[in-house]
T-cell receptor, first 113, second 114 residues
Framework: GESVGLHLPTLSVQEGDNSIINCAYS??????FIWYKQESGKGPQFIID?????DKRQGQRVTVLLNKTVKHLSLQIAATQPGDSAVYFC????????????FGTGTQLKVEL | NAGVMQNPRHLVRRRGQEARLRCSPM?????VYWYRQLPEEGLKFMVY????????ESGMPKERFSAEFPKEGPSILRIQQVVRGDSAAYFC????????????FGQGTRLTVV
């Protein structure tokens, strides 16, 4: 079946640097993408989303980029802080399916002081 | 407004026993989703329910697993005759009726089968 996958299982960055987490998806029918942050022992927390009719969306310190041509999604975190340390998941869904999400494997972000 | 509430947070069952996981959605949310997460993996969709209806159960194992969301009370995920492979974190998410809103996740129930 089609799935969402991530390239890097672990990413280590220095505090204050920018982080980039990548994700590849394969279901061309997906039209809504979300990034979640999951801290140890907790549930996924919504960070930012983007619809397929957009290629960029910005939030507070985070930016999501969508490249439909190569089916690639990225999450950029500016000025990474220790509190950003967590596992980050991309997820995709198709409109009309409620919130039935397909999640990627996840990337562990470690922020070094 | 309390978030999605799941209980228990941790559940230990012996092989062959039944596990019952509960999820109370956020106020005003009528859609509930259950996901399973194995260690160091992403969440896998199991089932999508609305009040008294199962909308999509394409991710549910064919045997031993069932889910309900009654008119009154929490949503229940039931696992009968648990096996060690059922050990995982089970997350519930809820959303309002609108299709264009995000789902909010609970803190999960960590099931350990011994």
């Amino acid at each position: 079946g089609e799935s969402v996958g991530l390239h890097l299982p672990t990413l280590s960055v220095q505090e204050g640097d920018n982080s980039i987490i990548n994700c590849a998806y394969s279901n061309s029918a997906s039209d809504y993408f979300i990034w979640y942050k999951q801290e140890s022992g907790k549930g996924p927390q919504f960070i930012i989303d983007i619809r397929s009719n957009m290629d960029k969306r910005q939030g507070q310190r985070v930016t999501v980029l969508l490249n439909k041509t190569v089916k690639h999604l990225s999450l950029q975190i500016a000025a990474t802080q220790p509190g950003d340390s967590a596992v980050y998941f991309c997820a995709e869904k198709i409109s009309g399916g409620g919130n039935k999400l397909t999640f990627g494997t996840g990337t562990q972000l470690k922020v070094e002081l | 407004n309390a978030g999605v509430m799941q209980n228990p947070r941790h559940l230990v069952r012996r092989r062959g026993q039944e596990a019952r996981l509960r999820c109370s959605p956020m106020k005003g949310h009528s859609h509930v989703y259950w996901y399973r997460q194995l260690p160091e993996e992403g969440l896998k969709f199991m089932v999508y329910l609305q009040k008294e209806n199962i909308i999509d159960e394409s991710g549910m194992p064919k045997e031993r697993f069932s889910a309900e969301f009654p008119k009154e009370g929490p949503s229940i995920l039931r696992i009968q005759q648990v096996v060690r492979g059922d050990s995982a974190a089970y997350f519930c998410a809820s959303s309002p009726p609108s299709q264009n809103t995000e789902a909010f996740f609970g803190q999960g129930t960590r099931l350990t089968v011994v």
